[in-house]
């Protein structure tokens, strides 16, 4: 389940800090050319602010557990990313967008998945 749950935790580290660069790095009017339809319900200062929380929790996915300082971090960031996810549930069912619903939704699933195994029996 360790291995697992590392694995999960790579992939969503590099997903996270792939899309919150992407939201840091382009201008609002490009992610909306880009089909983020959603960021027309967002100032540009908010869309940034979601990008680096992404690239935070990202970062928190791994390095904690990683060079063992504070590993606590870990369940934490997931956490975290459950929030941020349930957040975008939320856009996206008020601008009935089924698909974003869809895959918010297995992004709060899969980032609960790793804070339910590090706060829970497989903690570091």
Same mark, same amino acid.
């Given at each position: 389940?360790?291995?697992?749950?590392?694995?999960?935790?790579g992939?969503?580290? *590099?997903?996270?800090?792939?899309? +919150? =660069?992407? %939201?840091?790095?382009?201008?609002? /009017?490009? @992610? #909306?050319?880009? &089909?983020?339809?959603? *960021?027309?319900?967002?100032?540009? +200062? =908010?869309? %940034?602010a979601?990008?680096?929380? /992404?690239? @935070? #929790?990202a970062? &928190?996915?791994?390095?904690?557990?990683?060079?063992?300082?504070?590993?606590?971090?870990?369940?934490?960031?997931?956490?975290? @990313?459950?929030?941020?996810?349930?957040?975008?549930v939320?856009?996206?069912?008020?601008?009935?967008?089924?698909m974003?619903?869809?895959?918010?939704?297995?992004?709060v699933?899969v980032?609960?998945?790793?804070?339910?195994?590090?706060?829970?029996?497989?903690?570091?």
């Amino acid at each position: 389940m360790d291995t697992a749950l590392w694995i999960v935790a790579g992939v969503l580290a *590099v997903a996270f800090l792939a899309s +919150g =660069a992407g %939201k840091v790095a382009r201008s609002k /009017e490009k @992610l #909306a050319a880009s &089909g983020f339809d959603w *960021v027309e319900d967002f100032g540009a +200062g =908010a869309i %940034k602010a979601i990008g680096v929380l /992404e690239m @935070l #929790a990202a970062v &928190g996915l791994i390095l904690p557990a990683t060079f063992d300082i504070a590993p606590v971090l870990v369940p934490l960031a997931a956490s975290g @990313l459950v929030l941020l996810m349930a957040g975008a549930v939320v856009v996206h069912c008020r601008r009935k967008e089924a698909m974003g619903i869809v895959v918010s939704a297995v992004l709060v699933a899969v980032p609960g998945f790793v804070a339910w195994g590090r706060f829970g029996p497989h903690s570091f």
